[in-house]
């Protein structure tokens, strides 16, 4: 595990854009898992202000997300769907056919996990972007999640439906259910970067480092993959002795 320690938020953005663009100049058909929540955001704005400055190509990239709520329509302001494409997908030259999220409203939603683990099996991710729930869920992999698991479908923790909350109306409206990448699923990664920052992730991130694996704490299956890189900033740092 690499960790790159970076001053602040905007710093984190930019150390982790930098290392997607090396990334898609070696490989401009790079097939790149991303993630959603206020830790990308800042990332997405850096990518699009590259695009905006060199004419970065996403033309071959394929992009393939961790998970979307269950019961939100795509159109919904709230659904990933709407945050990646609001986010980046809208401001990039990225084919939508190239760019892969679950399906939550699918009928089936069993076949739709099967259909999504073919997909990420079929592309082979080559870096996985991730955040850090304050529980220390990857995706929406929540303590507890067997490291066995693949793409499933998942109840949310209501910590996680309260972190969430700030994005709703109200805790109400946070969906209960969502599809996520199983554990497995983003073990089978190439390359895995995660992004912390705050203080608010502190605890997480200490937990994290402290190199204890538990299923209690999705993150620390990391620890087991041979390619994992961490930018976290100052704040989320602050109790890592
Ligand atoms: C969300 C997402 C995760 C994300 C995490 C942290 O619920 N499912 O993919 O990494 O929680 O979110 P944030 O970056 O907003 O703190």
């Known amino acids: 595990m690499e960790i790159i ?3 602040n938020y905007e710093e984190m953005s930019k150390r982790a854009a930098e290392f997607l663009l090396k990334k898609i100049e070696q490989n401009p058909s790079l097939a790149l898992g991303l993630a959603t929540g206020s830790t990308p955001k800042g990332l997405y704005e850096q990518l699009i202000l590259d695009r905006k400055e060199h004419g970065t190509s996403y033309e071959h990239v394929t992009t393939i997300n961790l998970d979307e709520y269950i019961g939100l329509p795509a159109s919904n302001p709230n659904s990933y769907h709407s945050f990646m494409k609001e986010n980046l997908f809208r401001h990039l030259d990225i084919p939508l056919s190239n760019s892969y999220l679950p399906n939550g409203e699918a009928a089936d939603l ?8 073919s997909i990420i099996d079929e592309k082979g991710i080559d870096v996985q972007v991730l955040g850090i729930g304050q529980n220390g869920h990857i995706g929406f992999n929540e303590p507890g999640t067997s490291f066995n698991q ?3 479908i ?3 923790a209501q ?10 109306q109200s805790i109400e409206e946070v969906p209960k259910q969502a599809i996520t990448m199983g554990i497995a699923s983003i073990m089978k990664s190439s390359e ?3 992004l912390a920052s705050g203080a608010k992730k502190a605890e997480a991130v200490h937990q994290l480092l402290s190199g204890e694996i538990s299923e209690d704490f999705p993150a620390s299956v990391l620890h087991h993959h041979p390619h994992v890189t961490i930018i976290a900033d100052d704040g989320a740092l602050s109790i890592v002795t």
């Open 150 to 152: 693949t793409t499933h």
């Open 110 to 117: 069993q076949k739709e996990c099967t259909r999504y683990e």
């Open 192 to 194: 895995i970067l995660l």
């Open 159 to 168: 910590s996680t439906r309260q972190a969430n909350a700030r994005f709703f």
């Open 154 to 156: 998942t109840t949310l």
């Open 5 to 7: 320690q970076v001053s």
